[in-house]
């Protein structure tokens, strides 16, 4: 589809997410779009094209509000801090009102005061930490530099400096990990009581160091049993103390989830700008458009004259609809039933009935007053429902889409 072809609808709410592209170096088992070893010239100038996309998108949107920003990676905290002050100083001038939240990753590799004083006087409410674990051979496996002295230094930083909320990544499943480092890491964590913990497992990506050394039988793999193992110890710890499990690989502490990422699971509109990211938004006469950034930085700094060479997806109700499932099943409190109808004009289990019976009688999903959601026991196979649902063939006719 022609970028040309249509045009964007005014969008009372939204929700902005800016991609920075940087990073110190590559780690081991990294396939996000991050590249390493950039120099300040190239950032100034792609944070100058981030902003120039920013104002491009709200002015042709129009939001009453923007409800919640997030700046993420790649690695926001390498940038040097004059530019990362005029990312945010430009951010608050475009986006007129006070999100409800904002915000921004970093890496204790580059993380200071400087920082944190930063983005605490430019409305950030809100930051994520990638620590992933604090083990020193376990860090060295995932190509992670700082060691647990670095990790120790920073959130003692936070814990005397920060005043808003803190997320932290976490993974499990790494080759050679134990139930010990997993207990040890999450002993760190908890000691602070931070408000968001965001717990994966490690997977395999095509393309990174770690694929090509275990293709190479430089390293064994761990058993999908070990990892789920870690993971499940490391899940029933958290709940222990009081995290809620609200999304797959998400806890927080009561009403810390969030905000951006529920938005996102629940598909309200949402601008994604720098290269790589990808905006879902409304266009004129009902279309849903994904407009994708290129995830390469020479395509996306052609600019405005050339769009940024974004890429323009029309979508489909069929692409909505399994969108709108495969997301919100993410979450424990489930999909909205008022949010379901008013985009669907129907109930779930009349538009998949074969579907909805099935997954019923083996425990899977379930209904209340309020919302359709996922059983424990179905989020934790939600990959296999997933594939279920799109082999399930669904008679959309009749079904006129009214988004967001
Ligand atoms: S810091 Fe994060 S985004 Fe950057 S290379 Fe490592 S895993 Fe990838």
């Known amino acids: 589809m022609d970028f040309k072809s249509f045009t964007l609808t005014s969008c009372k709410n939204l929700s902005l997410y800016i991609h920075i592209p940087f990073c ?204 789920d193992s870690l993971w499940l110890y490391a899940r029933d710890l958290l709940v222990k103390n009081g995290y809620s499990h609200y999304e797959i690989s998400n806890f927080s502490l009561p009403g810390k989830g969030c905000l951006h990422n529920i938005r996102y699971w629940l598909l309200k509109p949402y601008i994604g700008v720098g290269p790589g990211a990808v905006s879902t938004v409304p266009a004129e006469g009902g279309k849903i458009v994904r407009l994708s950034n290129p995830l390469h930085l020479p395509g996306f700094l052609r600019g405005t004259a050339k769009s940024w060479s974004m890429e323009v997806e029309l979508l489909t109700q069929r692409d909505i609809f399994f969108e709108h499932l495969m997301l919100g099943f993410r979450l424990k409190k489930g999909i909205p039933k008022r949010l379901f109808h008013k985009r669907f004009g129907g109930e779930l289990p009349e538009l998949i009935p074969g579907l909805w019976k099935e997954w019923s009688e083996r425990g899977f999903i379930k209904q209340s007053t309020t919302a359709y959601c996922l059983t424990l026991r179905g989020r934790l196979i939600l990959n296999r429902m997933l594939t279920e649902l799109t082999q399930y063939k669904i008679d959309m006719s009749g079904i006129k889409i009214n988004w967001p």
């Open 24 to 227: 110190e170096h590559k780690c081991y088992y990294c396939d996000f779009f991050s590249l390493p070893g950039i120099d300040k010239a190239v950032m100034e100038k792609t944070i100058r094209e981030i902003v120039n996309q920013t104002d491009f998108f709200l002015q042709r949107l129009g939001p009453e509000k923007i409800i919640s920003v997030y700046i993420g990676g790649g690695t926001p905290s390498i940038l040097p801090k004059s530019v990362l002050k005029a990312l945010l100083q430009k951010i608050n001038t475009l986006v007129s009102s006070k999100p409800a939240e904002f915000t921004v990753e970093a890496n204790p590799e580059s993380f200071d005061e400087e920082f944190i004083s930063l983005c605490a006087e430019h409305g950030v409410t809100r930051l994520s930490v990638g620590i992933q674990t604090c083990s020193k051979q376990l860090r060295a496996t995932l190509g992670r530099r700082g060691d647990v002295e670095r990790i120790q230094h920073v959130l003692g930083l936070i814990k005397n400096k920060w005043l808003g909320d803190l997320n932290c990544d976490l993974l499990c499943g790494i080759p050679g990990q134990t139930l010990q480092d997993v207990q040890r890491d999450l002993k760190t964590v908890l000691a602070l009581n931070i408000a968001h913990i965001a717990l994966y497992t490690l997977t395999l990506e095509p393309g990174t160091v770690l694929h090509r050394q275990h293709e190479n039988g430089l390293l064994p793999w761990p058993d999908h049993n070990v990892q």
